[in-house]
């Protein structure tokens, strides 16, 4: 049996993510004053936190098989610093396949400052809203991970 402490929990981060997407839906135009209060409440009651990825590659090898696995994802409405650790495995739009998810560990956030094992290479800063992410597998190549 589930604690009430839990479905209050539970509740509060349905309440929290349902209000954080229909806000960022208004800001960006997506939705008018009006429609703000009805995405809310089809988000509260039918939007889903979690859902399930099925991930083949072997870019995570050897944490996830290369012959595949299922991840239990928890959705987020923006990558908060709160709530998103250096370390943690997460899954990403594909920025050359817009189709397609990636699952990666984040390296390294927003501050962090980035130096190459090449000298030739500039070191530079991670800038706000960006961040690091690479494969688990050490026998790809920089490039391909």
């Known amino acids: 049996m589930v604690s009430h402490t839990t479905w209050l929990r539970y509740l509060a981060r349905r309440f929290e993510y349902s209000l954080a997407l229909s806000y960022k839906s208004y800001g960006h135009g997506k939705i008018s004053n009006r429609e703000v209060g009805d995405n809310f409440w089809k988000t509260f009651f039918q939007g ?3 859902f399930l990825h ?7 090898a050897p944490t996830i098989a290369p012959e595949g ?6 959705k987020l409405p923006e990558a908060d610093p709160q709530r998103v ?5 997460v899954v990403m739009k594909d920025p050359e396949k817009s189709d397609n998810y990636l699952v990666r560990r984040l390296a390294a956030i927003e501050g962090y400052e ?4 090449d000298e030739k290479d500039e070191h530079f800063v991670l800038e706000k809203d960006q961040c690091w992410v690479l494969a688990d597998n050490d026998k790809l190549k920089p490039k391909s991970s």
Do not use: H, I, P, Q
């Not at 696995?69 to 928890?74: S, W």
């Open 48 to 50: 889903k936190l979690t």
């Open 54 to 60: 099925w991930n083949k590659g072997e870019e995570m």
């Open 69 to 74: 696995g299922t991840l239990l994802v928890r």
């Open 85 to 89: 650790f250096v370390g943690d495995v």
């Open 114 to 117: 980035m130096v190459s094992k």
